[in-house]
């Protein structure tokens, strides 16, 4: 074992831990803008019906409420490489297809169950579209739990628990 090979690889690691996106929990749909040229409107369109198709409005909110599609646009668009983007591009444009082909209409404008349907054909033996399907769900899911309003507000979550007030009354703290 070399230890400056050791160090290095050690260094590196920690270094780039303070580079991860401050953004990416605890978040406000207004802390987030992107860039829209990395997506077409299309593209765009379709990645929010897919997160509406994960987690859709019903009796508590959907993830469109919280800002779940914004979220990956900018999760896409600023962490993730050219070859993952790409590989989105190709499968949102296949996802397309499909649903142009069973149900002569865009993927966004399809029934919810029609979209279940559709997107659930990604879950299959192909590495790309497997890929895909794990990529947008899984993100999806993050970004729905680590919003503020989730997160927050309907879990209750408190960064860091208890609290100290410095300023009690000496005789009712002794109580």
């Not at 369109?45 to 994960?54: C, G, N, P």
Request: aromatic content about 10%; proline content about 3%; hydrophobic content about 40%.
């Amino acid at each position: 074992m070399n230890r400056r090979d050791t160090l290095k690889t050690l260094l590196t690691a920690s270094g780039s831990l303070a580079f991860l996106p401050a953004w990416s929990t605890n978040w406000r749909k207004t802390d987030l803008e992107f860039d829209p040229n990395v997506f077409t409107p299309t593209e765009q369109s379709t990645i929010k019906s897919i997160a509406d198709t994960i987690i859709p409005k019903g009796n508590s909110i959907g993830a469109l409420d919280v800002g779940v599609d914004i979220f990956l646009m900018k999760l896409f668009a600023d962490c993730y490489d050219e070859t993952v983007q790409n590989n989105i591009k190709v499968q949102v444009k296949a996802l397309n297809d499909r649903a142009e082909v069973k149900y002569s209409n865009l993927f966004e404008n399809c029934s919810q169950m029609e979209r279940e349907a559709i997107f659930l054909t990604f879950n299959s033996e192909v590495a790309d579209e497997k890929k895909f399907f794990n990529l947008l769900k899984s993100e999806t899911i993050r970004g729905y739990s680590t919003s503020e309003e989730i997160l927050g507000e309907r879990l209750g979550y408190v960064v860091v628990p208890g609290f100290w007030d410095g300023c009690a009354d000496a005789q009712t703290a002794a109580k």
